[in-house]
């Protein structure tokens, strides 16, 4: 199980994560949402090891993940929201370096390679450089990356960007026959319906500060409202969606 | 809105941005200062200037006209190089890269506005080069070249031939450089132009400085006028302008008979000027606009080779992945690649000039690069060790894609001393073998066994010495760390290097007396494995109190915080 205790992150003295505590259960894809700036890349960069903590606790299997982070890391995966590659390798060559990093047997690393790339339909591309790859193919290229050495934790912000609708399906189901698995997946997204159909458990964070934590299920019967869109609309959504679309129209008319 | 003003408007505008980005500011730390690191640059070539203008300033100005016309090919020789290097490391800068292309093509900027903004940015920087490197000798050189007794304005005229000269002089040498670059962009596929590319810039690096260090000295009447040197004259462009600035100082026609001399390469200087600029100018405009599309429309980098699986022979996978990725960054990224060629140009230029009296005539027995051993030939082996070791440990510093480096992060498994190691073998196996391997090869090749053997043993352990003081406190994966301008002291570095050359040819004396007898080479060898092993223990224990690899470069603090909280109670981590 993955934890949060009360985490917190300033910059510059401003709090991009206040007080953040929730968990994300083996077993079950945790979805973590937010709107623009409300700290999820942060905590999932606090999460990954990638800044460090503010204040507060972050606890895999119950043990702090400061406290032997190499151990933590060998046995995490990400997908980070950007899809920042070394575009003068090709898909092969990263994905040969990365399970080199991550210390995996030649053989093993190289038979894992050669089908993911086939299941990922980019081995025909394997040897071209990444520089040449569309925005769908370095996602799976990072997809791939991660998974690689088969981590109990999987840490996904928004891993649908760039993908086509059946690479997407593909993943979607990745996900949850990885959690099925008892792998402990936490994902981040802004495509609500996605989340809806995978997610069991969501956390919703607004201004840096969580808002909701608990599954679809209960959060529906709560506030009453049917879909997740209308939950999170009514949590973390101030504005008038239709009134600022009116006044950008006014204002490049003016 | 009228069209013109627009125009001007955006111009302004892309000058201004392509003019700070003659460094590219995608590598630099988030702390770095990019005038600060431009401002070093200007000046260490305001130095250069200062050192060439110290000689005058020791002879209280009075010399004699053959040193003075010496002088005046050395500071136009040195314009010429120094502009030479920066149009081959601004080749790339001049075309619009993939990212300008993608973020200018759909806004109504007209190629031609792209094109002019980025040309003036370039020639800007040249032209602030040229001041730099002229600042000095510009300014009291010329006086001593005008013709004796002419006056107030033959002074101001040779002041005004001096300047016209040096500008000329580097607009022949940037505008060819540029053109032969433009002339293959033109010709070839672009993917197969990019991988020419690279080479012709190492290419253009090491003719630069060869020229520049292994040209004869031809500036008494008698060589300028000698039949037999006449078709030599014709191939020195340094010489052409030597002769422009005779006519254009109205020294040539003091004399009947060196105005013959100075009137044909004063017109060749023209005619390759006028050649050079015309060349280019056209050469740009067929490749610039063809070009711009195929930016957008072909990736930047060739597919590998589908069965290359090569992996170097190194202890573990880590040091595989390191050395790996090392080796294609540097095969791959031009940035790095000309950067590298620049230190390369330089160990090969010192190759050369060291070479120069060991293949000329000599009286001296240990000189001749045919002798059992010859000095020149130790001292050129030791120095380029020292560059390229030197040369790639700084390259290593320089990022690709410093976004990307997020993946050495998260996979930061091992502990951070198991990196170090791998760092430092890299480096071995990068810069110090290749460069033991060829001088091992020419050794072998031209020398008896016992000679050849023996310094190949000198410099192997003296590569080990080098690589080990690179490495020692560097922190970081080759690539991955963002670069802090202003780090190294850039002219301290120079100075060490004028200092260490006449240390490092006396020391290379001291080899080759050693080579002659035996219990003093084995107390050579003893004191430099003494000092490999201090090196190595050194960086061993530097790596072992490591904790963790460095992948942001952050300036040191001014003001040392003490950490007192107001009831004097230190701070957990400073107590």
Known sequence: ?????????????????????????????????????????????????????????????????????????????????????????????????????????????????????????????????ISAYSKGMRQKVLVAAALLHNPDLILLDEPFSGLDVGSALVLRSLIQ???????????????????ERICSHVVILHRGKVVADDSIERLRTLMALPTLEEIFSQLAVEQDSVAISRQIADLIHA | MREEPIERLQFGVLYRAFLLRVVDLEILSAQGDVVKLLGQFASLLAAISFFFTVPLILVGGRLPQETLWTMEHVLIATTMVVVGLFSVLSWDSIFPDRRDVLVLAPLPVRARTLFLAKLGASLTALSVSVLALNIFTGLVWPFLFSPANGGGFAAIRSLAAYWVTVFAAGAFIFCSGLGVHWLAAQLLPRQQFLRLSAFLQVAAVCLFLSVYFLEPSLETPAALTAPQNQQLLAWLPSYWFLGLFQELNGGGSSSVSMDSAFVPLAMRACTGLAIAVLGSGAAIMLSYFRTLRKIVEEPDILPGSRRMNWSPP?????????????????????????????????????????????????????????????????????????????????????????????????????KAPEYLTAIRRTLLWISCFPVWAVFAMLFLAIWPLRFAAGHLVILGLLGIIFTDLSVHGFQKIPFTCSYLPGKGNIQLVFWACVVLLPLTYAAARLEWQALQNLSRYVFVVVILSIAAGWARWRTAASARSAKALNFDEVPPVDILALGLRTDGEMLPEQS
């Open chain 2, 314 to 414: 190194l202890a573990n996978s880590l040091q595989s992945a390191i050395a790996l990725f090392s080796v294609r960054t540097l095969l791959r990224s031009r940035h790095h690649r000309v950067i590298f060629s620049f230190y390369l140009g330089i160990g090969f230029a010192i190759v050369l000039a060291y070479m120069k009296p060991a293949l000329g005539p000599h009286s001296s027995p240990h000189v001749a690069a045919t002798a059992p051993v010859s000095v020149p030939l130790l001292t050129a082996s030791i120095l380029m060790m020292c560059v390229v070791v030197t040369g790639m440990r700084i390259v290593f510093s320089m990022p690709i894609a410093l976004r990307a480096n997020w993946i050495f992060r998260i996979t930061e498994t091992r």
């Open chain 1, 1 to 129: 199980m993955l934890e949060l205790r009360n985490v917190s992150k300033r910059f510059l003295g401003i709090p991009a994560v206040d007080n953040v505590s929730f968990s994300a259960r083996a077993g079950e894809v945790t979805g973590y949402l937010g709107p623009n700036g409300s700290g999820k890349s942060t905590t999932m960069k606090m999460i990954t090891g990638l800044i460090g903590l503010g204040c507060g606790e972050i606890l895999f299997e119950g043990k702090p993940i400061q406290r032997d982070l190499i151990a933590y890391k060998q046995r995490m995966g990400y997908v980070p929201e950007e899809p920042h590659l070394y575009t003068h390798l090709s898909a092969n060559e990263y994905l040969v370096m990365v399970s080199e990093l991550r210390n995996l047997a030649a053989q093993e690393a190289g038979e894992r390679i050669d089908g993911m790339l086939r299941l990922f339909a980019l081995h025909d591309d394997r040897h071209a450089p």
């Open chain 1, 177 to 195: 026959e990885l959690a099925a698995r008892g792998k402990v997946v936490l994902f981040s997204s802004h495509e609500l319906e996605t989340v």
